[in-house]
């Protein structure tokens, strides 16, 4: 990791993948990663950590499965959730969303446990895969 400032608009910049975070900053034992994404995520939890958004760009849906039933949450660009441990969730961004999340280092992108992983996505990082 650089100690140098970070341009968050030419690191989003640098890549086109979707769902495929890239860690711009640490602090401490988190990793502070951007992503760009479109459609949906899949159903997933960290059974361990909450996960952090913050929305860059663009707007940003969240399902949840609570125990008082499922919700969705709706984050326009500069609105911040924290998904708490052990929830169940699905991220969307129907037109498409510019994220950072703020996470334990090796969180993987689809959780502990989650939905079945479609075959363009890599099992253990969550990255869509080069089609």
């Known amino acids: 990791m650089s100690n140098q400032p970070v341009l968050l608009s030419k690191a989003l910049a640098s890549f086109d993948a979707l769902w495929s975070p890239r860690i711009v900053a640490r602090v401490n034992d988190y990793d502070v990663r951007i992503a760009k994404v479109q459609g949906e995520h899949l159903w997933h939890a960290h059974d361990d950590t909450d996960e952090f958004f913050l929305v860059l760009d663009g707007e940003l849906h969240i399902s949840l499965r609570e125990p008082e039933g499922e919700r969705t ?59």
């Open 73 to 131: 949450v709706v984050l326009p660009r500069g609105a911040v959730f924290t998904v708490p441990a052990g929830t169940e969730h699905k991220p969307a961004a129907p037109d498409g969303a510019a994220i950072l999340l703020f996470e334990p280092t090796g969180t993987p992108t689809v959780g502990d446990r989650h939905d079945e992983i479609p075959a363009h996505v890599d099992a253990t990082t969550g990255h869509l895969l080069d089609t």
